[in-house]
């Protein structure tokens, strides 16, 4: 009698934690199947915790375990399968379909005309709360607004990344480069340095452009000490690092003496940053007021190069607090709040870094596996660089002159964002229905039921047969070039269809840092690549094929924390050699 009361109790709460579950999932699979796509069933919330925690270990064991259809279906719903799978499943099922669970209904495009309208509609498709909760543990801003609040924001943040900076981006990003050509060099056993030395030449530029930040080259360190000095750009920098744990760990539990020298750092950089902030903004302010003065009595000529970044949001916001002094109140169209100041100061820092730092380790990496490739880049760069005088080393001309003659180190840049695009899913939610047109057709439209997750899939956009060819999974910079005629001997990059390619996002929240992303890429590897190559070192009895190939084998073995980065990038073994160049000028 008792047996059977606990038997039953037990069956009773399993119906009671089954039910509501069964009951979502039949009512998401009804609205699923109004839209007439083919359609995915997965019988749990791929975003539940549970979920989320055990998919990726069990990965293994399942694909040995469970019938292939079966486990393809469990693929899509871990996270990160994009990049694993580039466009197989779109190939079986269509450019769009729906996974259908418990959860929300993700409706899963992968067709350039859907995608394209989906990402020009902001309002109608909206940043999920998960990236808005990643991204404003330090003020709100661009990223994590949805609202005007975003818009206002968007028209302060844009254009401070604008063409104006390019000649900065240029000069900052060479230098850099060229230091660490040099260590890499003088340093034969610093074979893995190669990607740290890349990260550091990403944040070097991010922090001189955002924050004035002037500090000379030099490799990261691995040691973290929680009691020593701590600036602000420090601060930021760790926050950066370690984005994830920044974003969803309280800094009193990472300050507790049983974690590891990083994370009690990580929290020391939390709880001082909004201190920190503060005291940049106001010295920021006291040296203008004090340029100000000088220019005034003095008339100094103007300041050589782009204000940082810092220095404008600090102007803007001030302009507006005199206005409100004035009685016209802080509501005008260009100004920040001291929070999103804060907040959008380190947006920069976070948007910018691993997306172009992982760019620039991918191509790095690219061109050591594949020579041919490489001697590609450096045919053309020697085209560019100035010529020695006497026995300086050649030097990579200023921006206006050489930027647009590198169209192969930018066609280098494009093949590789292809392959291992930052993000490889843009994310979006509804919270009303939807109408999607595809294929700019209303014949082919359907309504999309609120609420619903929506993925533009950039993998399989990037890597389908069908937009690019047979050999859409290969490696081949020449793709983005028309090649030079009898007419004209002028290679051109070639603008892709529209929706094809979309490693900067699309419509009106497209990624504003592109530019100087591209900008930072080509002065880099004009410089690194015009002063040296680059090999793989084979381990004990490899061939040189074999190491090669085992680059490649890395570059793959990738998954996306917030973007997408090689899983195990200190065996990424370089040699590097300066290059004879003189004897063909
Ligand atoms: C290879 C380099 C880069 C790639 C591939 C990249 C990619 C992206 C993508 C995919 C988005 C999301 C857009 C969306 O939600 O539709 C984005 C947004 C953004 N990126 Fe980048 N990014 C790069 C470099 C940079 C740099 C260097 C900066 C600034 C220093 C930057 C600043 C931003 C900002 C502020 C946003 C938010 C825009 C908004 O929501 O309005 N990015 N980026």
Redesign the pocket.
Known sequence: MTLSVVYGGIVLVALLFVAPKLQALHRNYRAARATGLPIVVFPFDPDSLIHTIFSDPLRPVLRRLLPASLYATFEISTFGWEFRDKSAVHERLGPNFILVSPGLNRFICADPATGQNI?ARRKDFV?PDISLKAMNFLGKN??TNNDEA?SRQ?RI??PA?SERISEEVWKVSAEHASSLTDILLSNGPLTTKTIPGLRAIAINV?TR??YGHKKPFALPSSTYDPKAELSYVDGICLCTEFLVVAAFAPWRMLRWSVMPTSMQTLGVALQRLPELTKNMLDQVRQSSAMVTSVDSTTHAGPHKGPDPILKTFARLSDEQDDNAAKGDGKTGRSYLTEEEIAG?LF???A??FD??AN?MGYATTLLAAYPKWQEWIQEEIDGVLSRPQNDEEKSLPDYATAFPQLKRCLAV?FET?RLF???TT?MRTTTTNQLITTRNSAANSFTLGAPCAVHVN?MALHTSAAIWGPDALDFKPSRWLQPATNNDTREDIITPPRGVF?????????????K??QV??VSVMATIFGQCRVDPIPKDDESVQQARQKLLDLTQDSHPVLTLQMSRPEEIHLKWVRRDIGSHL
């Open positions: 990402l940043h661009i990223i975003w968007r943040v844009a990344l991010l452009i955002a959008n947006i920069f820092t948007a910018g997306t172009t760019t840049m964002l695009p930052p993000v843009v950039i979309l490693p900067w996002s699309n419509g009106p929240r497209t990624c504003p840092g592109q100087m992303s930072e890429f």
